[in-house]
């Protein structure tokens, strides 16, 4: 009854207190949230308090900080910092003769540098007459050395007698992927455990033995191949590749109409040498053939010259004889 006739009092304090604009709706608000707090019981207010979400247990608002609840906010989560997979495009224009010495340079430096701060990916090189190169080096390496190494590309290239001609910078967010497969992974190891642990105690026929081995098997090769997704995606996120592609750069004339005869005369004395090995090499081949076959076509020149001296000197008899010539 006395609760009855308290809440009675303080809606007749609010209603007289609505009409006296801004300062009378304060305090009324005031006596609504004083007449609530001496009306909850202990016990009812635990009970409120354990049924109701966290949001609902903590109000907000001038009435209730004059109330005595705190206005504190619940402690926010741990904000994980973004993993992010960087690639750098570098692209140099180099005198043609000294392309490719510098790429072994830089090629030499990441392999110095050890396999756990510097990898080559890979490296080529493509060379078109005399005045056209390209060439590509791809590397990945840890940020410490790629902010030192692309420092000094700049320089790299000035002391070549070239210029960085592009720079770009690419970037890509995994930190999705990584908490999906890390998730992935939980979820993955605890169905393994289970597994295992129910092929360790559970004894039943044999067809369901052999359908949760199989399904284990199955669970283990998910959980391999999200092991090395996860191992991929965190190398690349350690880790920056780096291309660099050098160019020679192009010159005001690079060719005449005389370049062929000069070319010709350049190896003039090259193609004089070739046609005397050439023949240096026939008379070695033909020098053995020659040792057999000019003797035997000699003494059958021979022969048969033999042949007809005979012959002619049996007619010349013949002919000398008496009568011969009328026979």
Not at 18 to 37: E, I, K, L, Q
Not at 213 to 221: P, S
Request: with cysteine.
């Amino acid at each position: 009854m006395r609760a009855r006739l308290i809440t009675v009092g303080g809606l007749a304090l609010t209603a007289l207190a609505a009409g006296c604009g801004p300062a009378g709706r304060d305090a009324a608000t005031y006596s609504d949230d004083s007449v609530n707090m001496e009306l909850a019981a202990p016990s009812e207010a635990a009970a409120d308090a354990a049924a109701a979400p966290p949001s609902a247990v903590m109000p907000a608002g001038p009435g209730a900080a004059a109330t005595g609840h705190s206005n504190a906010s619940p402690p926010a989560a741990a904000v994980q910092a973004p993993s992010i997979a960087y690639v750098y495009r570098y692209g140099l224009e180099l005198p043609v003769d000294r392309a490719p010495a510098l790429m072994s340079r830089h090629e030499q430096a990441c392999v110095a540098a050890g396999p756990a701060v510097c990898q080559v990916i890979g490296s080529e090189s493509s060379r078109y007459g005399r005045d056209q190169l390209t060439a590509q080096l791809e590397i990945r390496a840890t940020p410490a050395f790629l902010t030192t190494f692309r420092a000094r590309l700049a320089g790299d290239a000035e002391a070549a007698g070239g210029r960085v001609a592009m720079a770009a910078t690419e970037s890509e967010d995994l930190t999705r992927a990584l908490v999906d497969t890390e998730a992935r992974l939980r979820a993955l190891t605890t169905l393994r455990d289970r597994l295992q642990q129910l092929l360790a105690t559970r004894s039943g026929p044999l067809e369901q033995l052999l359908a949760t081995e199989r399904e284990l098997a199955r669970v283990q090769g998910e959980l391999d191949a999200s092991r090395s997704t996860l191992e991929v995606m965190r190398t690349r996120v350690a880790t920056s590749r780096l291309i660099i592609t050098y160019t020679a750069q192009g010159q005001l004339a690079p060719d005449s109409a005389f370049r062929p005869v000069t070319d010709a005369l350049d190896n003039a004395l090259t193609v004089f040498m070739s046609v005397i090995g050439a023949l240096i090499l026939f008379l070695a081949g033909a020098l053995p053939l020659l040792i057999v076959v000019v003797p035997l076509v000699w003494l059958g020149l021979r022969w048969r010259r033999r042949i007809r001296a005979e012959r002619l000197a049996a007619k010349r008899a013949r002919e000398s004889e008496p009568g011969g010539s009328g026979a």
